[in-house]
C-alpha cells in the first residue's frame, strides 16, 4: 500500500503549481486610470453577481413552494374523489334499502291467507316502480328500443337475425333484454332479434 503523504522537506502538489504557474500582480502595469475602471468593473460585476444569485434563490424557494402546493392539490383533489365516490355509493345504497323494504313487504304479505295474483303482480308493480326511480336518480336509463327501429350496434346487440315480411332488413324484431345507460356510458346493449332480407 503506497503512502500519499509528502515526506519532509518534499513539495505539495499545491506548491509545483504554484511555482509552475505563479500568480502574477500586474496592475502596476495598468494606468492609474485603467486600474481604477477596472476595479469599478469588477466590483459591478460581483454587485451583478450577488443580485444574481439572491434572485436564483428566490426563485427556487418559491419553486419548492410551488411544488409542495401542487402536491397538496393533489392529495385533496384524490381525497375529494375519493368522498365523492364513497357517498355515491351510499346515497345508491339507500336508494335500494327502499327497493328492499318493498320487497320485505311483499314477501310478508304473501304468507298472509287473503293473497291473491292481482295483489302479487300490484306488489310487484310498486318494487319495479321505486326500483326504477332510483336508477333514474343515479343517472341510469333503460335501452328499450321499438319494434321496427333501425338496428344500432352502439347500443344494441343481436342475438338473432330472422326475416320479416313487415319490416324492413336491419330493423328490429323484438327486444329480449333491456339495455342500459349510464350518464352518456353503456352499461349494458339492449339483446335484440333483428330482421334480414326476405328469401325469394
Known amino acids: 500500500m503506497s503512502d500519499n503523504k509528502n515526506k519532509p522537506g518534499e513539495e505539495t502538489p499545491s506548491q509545483r503549481f504554484e511555482e509552475d504557474f505563479p500568480v502574477v500582480n500586474d496592475d502596476h502595469l495598468l494606468a492609474p486610470d485603467d486600474r481604477t475602471e477596472l476595479h469599478d468593473q469588477i466590483d459591478v460585476l460581483n454587485k451583478t453577481l450577488k443580485e444574481t444569485q439572491a434572485k436564483a434563490d428566490e426563485n427556487w424557494e418559491r419553486l419548492v413552494r410551488k411544488e409542495a402546493e401542487l402536491q397538496n392539490a393533489i392529495r385533496r383533489a384524490e381525497q375529494e374523489v375519493d368522498n365523492a365516490r364513497k357517498f355515491a355509493v351510499e346515497r345508491f345504497a339507500g336508494e335500494m334499502l327502499q327497493v328492499l323494504d ?10 298472509t291467507e287473503n293473497i291473491t295474483v292481482d295483489h302479487l303482480v300490484e306488489g310487484i308493480k310498486l318494487t ?35 326475416p320479416s315480411a313487415d319490416l324492413e332488413p336491419n330493423r328490429i324484431l323484438a327486444v329480449v333484454q333491456k339495455g342500459y345507460m349510464l350518464q352518456n356510458r353503456l352499461l349494458r346493449p339492449a339483446r335484440v332479434v333483428v330482421t334480414s332480407k326476405q328469401e325469394q
Open 102 to 111: 318493498s320487497l320485505d313487504q311483499g314477501l310478508a304479505y304473501s304468507q
Open 128 to 162: 319495479h316502480s321505486v326500483f326504477m326511480n332510483a336508477m333514474d336518480k343515479h343517472g341510469i336509463k333503460p335501452i328499450d328500443p321499438a319494434v321496427g327501429e333501425v338496428f344500432n350496434p352502439a347500443f344494441h346487440e343481436a342475438i338473432s337475425i330472422q
